[in-house]
Each structure stands twice: as C-alpha cells, then as structure tokens.
C-alpha cells in the first residue's frame, strides 16, 4: 500500500478553525474522485508532544500501488483539488502544506 499524506504545518487564522476543519473534511469525499484511491484520512492534532513540529492535521489518501499513486498525481483531477485547497483552503490558514508519498508495511491483530 501507499500513501500520500499532506502535513499542515501551522494553524488556522483566528476564528477560522471550524471553517477550515469543514473544508478538510469535506475534502475527503472530492478525493473519492481520483481513479484506484482506496480511501482518504483526515487527523486533526489534539495533543502534541513539547518540540514536536507544529502539524496542525494531515490528509491522507491511500493506494494499492505506488503506480496507481503516480497515476493519481498525473490526473487533470489533482489541478482541480489543487485550485479547491488554493482558493478555499488556504486563505484559511496561516502555513503551508508539505506533502510525503509513503510505503506502508503493517501487521494486523490475528494475521
């Protein structure tokens, strides 16, 4: 499996949490538009641990493959959920997004 995570690193202006918390959310299903996503993730920061980088939340969208990632990426679809987080999104928001393509191992209880 792989997946693409997005670290929001910052926080919302004054006042605009719920709104930018609404718009993430909403987020989730748009990405349901991309061909072969599995599914899609948004974590909200509750605790942090002192000295730990400011991520406000992270998105993450998953795939079985990494080609099927790339081919998510290359999609006229990414430029529209790109235009969606530059118009309504980021006006909300004091940072900036980093993005990390991970690969995931994982072990499952009873496997």
Do not use: C, W
């Not at 939340?57 to 006229?76: G, I, K, N, V, W």
Request: without cysteine; aromatic residues 14%.
């Amino acid at each position: 499996m792989f997946i693409r995570s997005a670290y929001f690193v910052g926080k919302p202006f004054p006042g605009k949490e719920a709104e930018f918390r609404q718009l993430l959310q909403g987020a989730l299903k748009l990405y349901m538009g991309f061909k072969n996503i599995r599914g899609a993730q948004f974590l909200e920061a509750r605790e942090v641990e002192e000295g730990a980088p400011g991520i406000y939340a992270t998105l993450q969208l998953r795939f079985d493959s990494e080609s099927d990632l790339q081919a998510a990426l290359a999609t006229p679809f990414r430029q529209e959920m790109r235009s969606y987080f530059l118009n309504s999104v980021f006006p909300l928001f004091d940072g900036t997004a980093k993005h990390i393509n991970h690969h995931v191992e994982e072990q499952v209880t009873g496997a």
